[in-house]
């Protein structure tokens, strides 16, 4: 499976605070209001500018802070195809797999604001196309490959009953 | 080769010998969302092929993070939760109970537990000596049905504490001199375990602070050892049946090891936007401060009412300033009430809040405005965390809060202390 798309740059430490802000929780049970404000506080005109397929690409920590699921589930409602970082916060990283949503450990200091990406997932290759360079990223651990390829948690125990380590 | 706390937690409960790195199923022994997180939890648990909870007695909803509700949608979402308790016979802790992880060191964690909860701060009943982490609402919801999890074993780092806290100087400052020295991300994935000959003399009201932030640093979980501190408090709380001994191995691996004289601590103070951006209290006295609130899961106990009152006594809070005060529980507020808290806190101006979480995430009961700045006890203080992108929060103590909410600026608790 080939992803394509733009690159949308973002720094170190982005927050759930600042992908879908807590005083939001308003609108938590009706979530295609939810998403139009995706990653305001960090870029208010994100969510009118990103296309389906397009990438968000943070430095250190991505995710930092809250539980919330709605972090991943609103980057994946707007047609996000994957988050690349050079690291992740712990709990982001798990619900963004929970949600089928790839999350990719790399080198993303060799990506820039709008460059045009292609990324190979089961080849492990991040193509820039805008630079011509080739960026490897981590591979995601086994049982949480499991659970992406079936399109999240949820469709993964419906499908297996249980965990299968 | 000895175990740690958590390599010995996750052997028991999931019958392997868990070491660091490996991938385990565990049971849980309590599992719990709150009203920001719940109504997701319950959407992904009815979209499961289980429809029934495995372990209704273990499973609990807290609405605390809105309560009372500010708002039609949440007034809703309460109800919809209200309406999942009644339906499966879950525990529900409705407004006015408290912040969940209160509510959980106080009613339902013990040493030795796997607990899992749609929350981050969940990390707080490591103080009883439980392994306990946040999840999302996906892993929650599978918890709920299944009664179980996987986990990754965490590598541990030991805090080695040791000295005598000076006067003024809290376990809040611990933690944040902790944390500005890991960074926000220093302990991703990690474990921090606590140790030291400090140790035996925090109290659990100190240890759930510390625990509760464990997560600011990015860590799994922070765990205290159970103990005969652990001991009273669970006697304390009607649960003595619950406790056990539980120590790490003396040949258990670390990862990594700090060493923490909490004799050399002073009152510090994380500034706007990030939780590692730690400077000490005396060095701020510029910063202007318009709200003050004292509470949530980090420090709304009943040691820090307690603190903040004796600061207050027979003085008023600087005009204009808002002071606002909200107990983590009906417990605390209660325990307040009688010790004599409470009077002196309103005395001086102060506002009370309900039980709860209060001002703390930007929902309800103490938004700010436009450039206006709080000094929070709280345990975050990301951009936009109190419902204004365009204002400033500062993490501090009680007894810095208190000090600051009758100076109007940043202070040091010493210098009003005198």
Sequence with gaps: MKLSGRAFKFGDGISTDHIIPGRYAGLRSNLDELAKHVMEDASPDFASKVQPGDFIVGGANFGLGSSREHAPLVIKMAGVSAVLARSFARIFYRNAINQGLPVLICDTDRISEGDDLEIDLPGGIIENLTTHDKIAFSPIPGVMLDILNEGGLIPYINKYGDFRL | ?418
Excluded at chain 2, 261 to 288: F, G, I, Q
Excluded at chain 2, 302 to 320: F, M, N, Q, T
């Design chain 2, 1 to 418: 080769m000895g175990k740690t706390l958590s390599e010995k937690i996750l052997s028991a409960r999931s019958g392997k010998d868990a070491r660091a790195g490996d991938i385990v199923i565990s049971p849980v022994d309590l599992v719990f969302v709150q009203d920001t997180t719940g109504p997701l939890t319950v959407r992904q648990f009815r979209a499961g092929a289980r429809q029934n909870l495995a372990a209704p007695g273990k499973t609990a909803l807290f609405i605390d993070h809105a309560a009372p509700s500010p708002h039609r949608q949440l007034s809703n979402d309460h109800i919809f939760l209200r309406e999942f308790a009644a339906q499966t016979g879950c525990l529900l802790y409705d407004a006015g109970s408290g912040v969940c992880h209160q509510l959980v060191g106080e009613k339902l964690a013990g040493p030795g537990d796997v607990i899992v909860g749609a929350d981050s701060h969940t990390v707080t009943a490591g103080a009883l000596g439980a392994f306990a982490t946040g999840m999302g609402s996906s892993d929650i919801a599978v918890a709920m049905s299944l009664g179980r999890t996987w986990l990754r074993v965490p590598e541990s780092f030991k805090i080695n504490v040791s000295g005598a806290f000076q006067k003024y100087v809290e376990a809040k400052d611990l933690v944040l001199h902790l944390i500005g020295a890991l960074g926000a991300d220093g302990a991703t994935y990690k474990a921090l375990e606590f140790s030291g000959e400090t140790i035996p003399r925090m109290t659990m009201s100190q240890r759930l602070t510390v625990a509760n932030m464990a997560i600011e640093a990015g860590a799994k979980v922070g765990i205290f050892p159970s103990d005969s501190v652990t001991r009273e408090f669970l006697k304390k709380q009607r649960r003595g049946e619950r406790w056990f001994p539980l120590q790490p191995d003396p040949d258990a691996l670390y990862e990594r090891t700090l060493d923490i004289d909490v004799s050399l601590l002073e009152p510090l103070v994380a500034r706007p936007h990030t939780v590692d951006n730690v400077a000490p209290a005396r060095e701020l006295k510029d910063v202007k401060i318009q709200q003050v609130f004292i509470g949530t899961c980090t420090n709304g106990r009943l040691e820090d009412l307690a603190e903040a009152a004796r600061i207050l006594e027979k003085k008023k809070v600087h005009p204009g300033l808002r002071l606002l005060v909200a107990p983590a529980s009906r417990q605390v507020l209660h325990d307040a009430m009688d010790g004599g808290y409470i009077r002196p806190i309103l005395d001086a101006g102060g506002i009370l809040l309900p039980p709860g979480c209060a001002a703390c995430l930007g929902l309800h009961q103490g938004v700010l405005g436009d450039g206006e700045a709080c000094l929070s006890t709280a345990n975050r203080n990301f951009k936009g965390r109190m419902g204004n992108p365009e204002s400033f929060i500062y993490l501090g103590s009680p007894a810095t809060a208190a000090a600051t909410a009758l100076t109007g600026h940043i202070t040091d608790p010493r210098e009003v202390g005198k």
